[in-house]
Each structure stands twice: as structure tokens, then as C-alpha cells.
């Protein structure tokens, strides 16, 4: 569904990310971990066309990102990379001025071209799904973080994206309200839904991604099923960061 090929990327003079090699196939979730500064929020933002980059090529489905497409801002190329990947921030990022139901109706209308029933139909499909049927008519400031995190989700998958992106979802939320989230993604998970998650919680990478990543550097330092990289850590920034990760 996703593939990688030896990706660079540079911020002036900073080689942020030096040649990474990714492929996610459909129904598999890959889930990143590694110390800040390491370049996992950036590969993100590469995977769906929200940063230029300098060398390598990254395929989505049948669509091409590289350095050229990327730097000309090819718009017609980026928004369909864009309905296929979707993207989950730390931040929720809804829009304050709609409610919880229209929040996940907006892009469906606007952008599919969705009839207004159905696309009210099947927002309130999504929000019964993350646990949210009780909220339709509610304003985001009155939810909690986690019920908003759960809105954003319930909002990206109305626009049936093949993919899903995560950047570190739960790591504005209090332990309760994580777990809220978790348990969703899971949920996305078990259901077949290809996803890529950064995160902070290694329970989840354990216990849900099919493989895991360890970035550092720049480098995709190690990567494989959670058994191996989390019971056999074979290079030193993985053994030092679980180690420091498990406290
Ligand atoms: P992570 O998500 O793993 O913490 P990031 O992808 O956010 O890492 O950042 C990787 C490196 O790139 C860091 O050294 C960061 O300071 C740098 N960086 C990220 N964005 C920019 C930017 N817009 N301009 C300059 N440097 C940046
Ligand atoms: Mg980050």
C-alpha cells in the first residue's frame, strides 16, 4: 500500500531523515518508536505529501511522490495522495467553530461530494463506533482530550482513507483517557485497517503492530515483529531506549 525507497530528507544544513526504506503493506500496522529528534514526525509528514523532500521515492498505491513532484507542489498529485493517507496529529486539530457531527461531515460534503443524509448517516456511524454517540450535537471545547482525539479519528475515517497515519495520538492525553484511544485503534486494527503509529506507548506497540520500527538519527535503526525488537533488541539505541522507555 505504502512503499519507501531510500528517502532523504534535509532541513538546511540537518540530514533529518538518510535513506529510509519502508513498506507497509495493506492491513498491516507498523508502528514507530525511537528517542525525540529522530525523524519519525518528519517521515510522517513525507508519507502524505506534507514535506518536500531531497532524494528516494515514495509510492502510494498507484501514486508517485519524489523530490520533483514534492518540490513543484504538484496540488492535483498531493490531494490525491492526501485521500488516501489519512493523518491523526498529537493536537486533535478539530474545528472549533462546528460541532462533533459536522466536524466529521465537512470533508465527506466538501470533498467526496457526499448527499447530506448519507454522509450524516455514516458520521454517526463512526462516532457510535469511537464511543461518541451521545455527542453529535456537542462543541469540542466541552469534550475531553481523549473524547476530541476519538473525534478526529471518527473525522479521518469518513473519508475512507486506504491508510492511516498517527503521530503520537496519546501523548497529550492523562493515562485513562490514552487508553480510551488505544483501545479504538486497536479496534481500527483488528478490523484490517492499514495503519502507521508513531508512539510512545509500548504496550500498544507490542501488543498491536505487526511490526516495529526504531528510529534514531535518521535512520530506521531496526526493525521487526514486536517479539523480536522489544524481546531481542539488537543495537544499542533500541536496548538504551527501552530500557529508558520502561521507566
Ligand atoms: P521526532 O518526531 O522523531 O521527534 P522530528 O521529525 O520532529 O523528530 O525531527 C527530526 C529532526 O528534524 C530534529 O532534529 C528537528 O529539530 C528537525 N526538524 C524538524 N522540523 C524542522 C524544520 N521545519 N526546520 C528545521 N529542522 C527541523
Ligand atoms: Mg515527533
Not at 7 to 23: A, E, M, N, T, Y
Not at 119 to 145: C, H, I, N
Not at 210 to 234: C, I, K, L, M, S
Request: proline residues 6%; hydrophobic residues 45%; glycine residues 10%.
Amino acid at each position: 500500500m505504502i512503499a519507501v525507497k531510500d528517502l532523504w530528507k534535509r532541513h538546511g544544513k540537518l540530514d533529518v531523515l538518510r535513506g529510509i526504506s519502508f513498506d507497509v503493506p495493506k492491513g498491516e500496522v507498523d508502528a514507530i518508536i525511537g528517542p525525540s529528534g529522530g525523524g519519525k514526525s518528519t517521515f510522517l509528514r513525507c508519507l502524505n505529501g506534507l514535506e518536500p523532500f531531497q532524494g528516494g521515492v515514495v509510492r502510494v498505491g498507484e501514486l508517485t511522490l519524489t523530490p520533483e513532484t514534492t518540490a513543484r507542489k504538484d496540488a492535483r498529485l498531493l490531494e490525491a495522495v492526501r485521500r488516501k493517507v489519512g493523518f491523526v496529529f498529537q493536537q486533535f486539530n478539530l474545528f472549533p467553530h462546528l460541532t462533533v457531527l459536522q466536524n466529521c461531515t465537512e470533508a465527506p460534503l466538501r470533498v467526496l461530494g457526499e448527499p447530506p443524509d448519507i454522509a450524516a448517516a455514516r458520521a454517526t456511524a463512526l462516532l457510535q463506533r469511537v464511543g461518541l454517540g451521545e455527542k453529535l450535537q456537542a462543541w469540542p471545547r466541552d469534550l475531553s482530550g481523549g473524547q476530541q482525539q476519538r473525534v478526529a479519528i471518527a473525522r479521518t475515517l469518513a473519508m475512507r482513507p486506504e491508510v492511516i497515519l498517527f503521530d503520537e495520538p496519546t501523548s497529550a492525553l492523562d493515562p485513562v483517557m490514552a487508553g480510551e484511544v488505544l483501545a479504538v485503534m486497536s479496534d481500527l486494527a483488528k478490523d484490517g485497517q492499514t495503519m502507521v503509529v508513531v508512539t510512545h506507548s509500548m504496550q500498544f506497540a507490542r501488543q498491536v503492530a505487526t511490526r516495529v520500527h526504531v528510529f534514531a538519527g535518521g535512520h530506521d535503526v531496526e526493525h521487526g515483529p514486536p517479539a523480536q525488537v522489544f524481546g531481542d533488541p539488537q543495537h544499542e539505541v533500541t536496548k538504551s531506549f527501552l530500557k529508558i522507555a520502561a521507566h
